[in-house]
């Protein structure tokens, strides 16, 4: 007799940040479906990342045990992947097992058949399904995310991409679509309820302004999340405030062009950022409280500079960690930035990669932003570095005695601190500091 072959648990994975939430965002696989060792098997979100987690053996999924929507644990069961042979020997059904929420029908295996063929019952949805099922293993983590976000299925929107593969524009087009029926936040149709005269419309105001059309955009967890951090920083926690400075950037630009072929052939982009993150450093050494994190009892500065960037990607805002930028010379200090942002970008990031900033660094200006401020403080920071839009500006300067005017690159610099932690002259101190490092860049 054959000895029988052991499932394999998927679990969250460990070495989450303490008191982080994380919840399923969605299953990649359907109960029956066949699964590959390290291939990414469910999503998790957490108050900041979302992470996938990959099959740990290969096999067929046979119980998912935390759903959609719930929360977990590290070391929390999520599921069991079954050896395909026991798989296969297995009743088609399982009591407590049931298919992702996302998915639009469950995938029942016949132990009469081979692997990852249907019965005959399920023949009618099975050509759909697969096309379906296809369609999802192609899918980008940023598609997903956009998709999730508006309750759609792949099947729903017509790819563009290569071999018909579904892109962000082709999730945007169809959202943006007037036609498409709404969907509320259980992911129940509205269309119906478009239908009635109220559905659609908000109430007059006190102004008497006429009732407006609407549609709903539901929020997404990772949203919520932000916008309840942003709350709780601004209105519960720091009281902010923000001081700005303006920073001639000709020097800097000068040395990056310079350069920037010389980091080309090493594989790196050489970007303001990194310019940014070390004049960064250069202003902490010289004001450390910026550096700190308040406490009841004392204002704990921090050793090592762990710097924050603040990343727009398909989720929404997330911000990366550059560790131990005190260490980092500028060839090292881009490679790294380049690769955080990337995987940010991608919907890549680990939770480690998120956690233990000590400063932030947001470099609005790469959209456009000419300032903005304040800028909210990641808690329990003290204290967030913006940048505008870098343009040509026409300003005064003293040559041989005399004012001239002349044309410059620049932009604006903010600092947002925590009032408790600083008052306004450490603040100016620092981007006088900032300020002057970038004006005067030598090296």
């Not at 350069?259 to 010289?286: C, K, M, N, S």
Request: charged content about 25%.
């Amino acid at each position: 007799m054959s000895a029988t072959v052991p499932s394999v648990d998927v679990r969250v994975p460990a070495g989450q940040e303490e008191g982080t939430r994380s919840q399923v965002l969605r299953w990649l696989k359907a109960i029956g479906e066949p699964v590959a060792e390290h291939e990414p098997l469910v999503e998790l979100e957490t108050d900041k990342v979302t992470v996938e987690v990959a099959a740990p053996g290969a096999g067929v999924l046979a119980e998912i045990l935390k759903h959609e929507q719930e929360e977990v644990a590290p070391g929390d069961l999520l599921g069991r992947i079954a050896p395909a042979a026991a798989a296969a020997q297995r009743p088609a059904a399982t009591g407590g097992a049931v298919a992702s929420a996302g998915e639009s029908r469950a995938a029942v295996v016949d132990p009469g058949t081979p692997a990852g063929r249907r019965r005959p019952e399920t023949a009618a949805t099975d050509e759909t399904g697969s096309r379906a099922g296809a369609a999802a293993r192609q899918l980008s983590p940023a598609v997903r995310r956009l998709l999730a976000e508006h309750a759609l299925e792949p099947a729903a929107v017509r790819g563009t991409g290569e071999g018909g593969r579904i892109t962000v524009a082709d999730v945007l087009r169809e959202v943006s679509t007037p036609s498409r029926p709404i969907r509320g936040a259980d992911g129940t149709s509205e269309q119906a309820a478009a239908a009635s005269p109220d559905a659609a419309r908000i109430s007059a105001d006190a102004d008497g302004v006429d009732d407006l059309a609407t549609h709903r955009l539901p929020h997404s967890p990772v949203r919520k999340r932000i916008a309840a951090r942003m709350v709780e920083s601004l209105l519960h926690t720091a009281p902010h405030v923000t001081t700005v400075f303006e920073v001639d950037l000709g020097e800097v630009l000068a040395h990056r062009q310079r350069h920037r072929e010389d980091f080309a052939r090493q594989g790196v982009t050489l970007t303001l950022t990194a310019y940014f993150a070390l004049a960064a450093v250069t202003a902490i050494r010289d004001v450390p409280e910026a550096n700190s994190r308040w406490t009841d009892s004392a204002l704990e500065v921090y050793d090592a500079i762990h710097l924050g960037i603040a990343t727009a990607a398909a989720a929404g805002l997330v911000v990366p960690v550059l560790r131990h930028v005190e260490s980092l010379d500028l060839l090292e200090t881009a490679r790294r930035l380049e690769d955080l942002v990337r995987r940010a970008r991608d919907g890549a990031l680990a939770p480690g990669d998120v956690r233990g900033g000590t400063f932030t660094l947001s470099n609005h200006g790469v959209s456009g932003s000419l300032l903005a401020a304040p800028i909210i403080i990641p808690q329990p920071q003290s204290a967030i570095l913006g940048l505008g839009k870098l343009e040509k500006r026409a300003v005064v300067v003293e040559q041989g005695g005399q004012d001239l005017i002349a044309v410059r690159p620049r932009c604006y610099a903010t600092l947002t601190i925590d009032h408790r932690v600083m008052d306004g002259n450490r603040a100016n101190r620092f981007l006088q500091v900032f300020t002057e490092r970038l004006s005067g860049w030598r090296s």
